[in-house]
C-alpha cells in the first residue's frame, strides 16, 4: 500500500525555467510533509518542509505547497539550475508517531544548460 | 557542527553471516532513524530510536534491530543475512521535526 506517490518517475527541465515536482498521499493523518533531494551513493540532503496546518512555506529557490483537500504537495525550484539534477523525494509522517517518514519513489530531476 | 557519520561506508557479507552497522547523530541531537534504500522497495523505515529507547517500528523481521547508546549513538544489526538484505542503509538524526541523513552503508551479500 503506497502512501506516498511520485507518480512522475523523471523530469526535465531548461536551465532558468521552474520545475514542479508532485507528491500524492492517501493518509489523512499525515501532519507532516518534507522534500528531501539526493544524489547517488549518498544519504538525502533536507530541502525543505511544510506542516499540514500550512499551505505554503518557502526558502529562496525552493517553495513547497500543500493541498490538504487534494492531498496533494509540490515542489516548486525556481530558477532551476544545473546543479539542481538529482532524485528528489517526498516523505510525510505523522507527528505524533515521532519521526517515521513514509517516502514516495521519487522523481529524477534533470535541469538541461 | 559535524554531519551525521555511518561506519562502514561499504560492506560485503555472505548469506548467514550477521553484521554492525555504526551511526554517529549530529551533535545535540537526540532521535535516531533508521532506514533501508533498495531499487525494488525504495526508501523504507526500519525503526527510531530517542534517548536509548525504540520508540518507532517498522515492518521488518525481527532480524533487524538495533539499539542506542547514551551518547545518542546507534548500532543496527541484522543477523542470519539474506540475499535480500543488500541495500544502502540510511542512518537520519533529528533534534525536532528535520531528519538528516548520513552517507549511508552499502551493504552487499553474497
Known amino acids: 500500500d503506497q502512501q506516498v506517490k511520485q507518480n512522475s518517475p523523471s523530469l526535465s527541465v531548461q536551465e532558468g525555467r521552474i520545475s514542479i515536482l508532485n507528491c500524492d498521499y492517501t493518509?489523512?493523518?499525515?501532519?507532516?510533509f518534507l522534500w528531501y533531494k539526493k544524489y547517488p551513493a549518498e544519504g538525502p540532503t533536507f530541502l525543505i518542509s511544510?506542516?499540514?496546518?500550512?499551505d505554503k512555506n518557502e526558502d529562496g529557490r525552493f517553495t513547497v505547497f500543500l493541498n490538504k483537500s487534494a492531498k496533494h504537495l509540490s515542489l516548486h525550484i525556481v530558477p532551476s539550475q544545473p546543479g539542481d539534477s538529482a532524485v528528489y523525494f517526498c516523505?510525510?509522517?505523522?507527528?505524533?508517531?515521532?519521526?517515521?517518514?513514509?517516502f514516495g519513489a521519487g522523481t529524477i530531476l534533470r535541469v538541461k544548460s | 557542527k559535524a554531519g551525521v557519520t555511518q561506519t562502514p561506508r561499504y560492506l560485503i557479507k555472505t548469506r548467514g553471516q550477521q553484521v554492525t552497522l555504526s551511526c554517529s547523530p549530529i551533535?545535540?541531537?537526540?532521535?535516531v532513524s533508521w532506514y533501508q534504500q533498495t531499487p525494488g522497495q525504495g526508501l523504507q523505515f526500519l525503526f527510531e530510536?530517542?534517548?536509548?529507547?525504540?520508540?518507532n517500528k517498522g515492518n521488518f523481521p525481527g532480524r533487524f534491530s538495533g539499539r542506542q547508546f547514551s551518547n545518542s549513538r546507534s548500532e543496527m544489526n541484522v543477523s542470519t543475512l539474506e540475499l535480500g538484505d543488500s541495500a544502502l542503509y540510511l542512518c537520519?538524526?533529528?533534534?525536532?521535526?528535520?531528519?538528516?541523513f548520513g552517507p549511508g552503508t552499502r551493504l552487499t551479500v553474497l
Open positions: 537520519a538524526s533529528s533534534e525536532v521535526d528535520e531528519q538528516f
Open positions: 493518509n489523512s493523518m499525515f501532519d507532516y
Open positions: 511544510i506542516s499540514s496546518i500550512k
Open positions: 516523505a510525510a509522517s505523522r507527528k505524533e508517531y515521532g519521526n517515521k517518514l513514509v
Open positions: 551533535s545535540g541531537h537526540r532521535s
Open positions: 530510536y530517542f534517548s536509548e529507547t525504540q520508540r
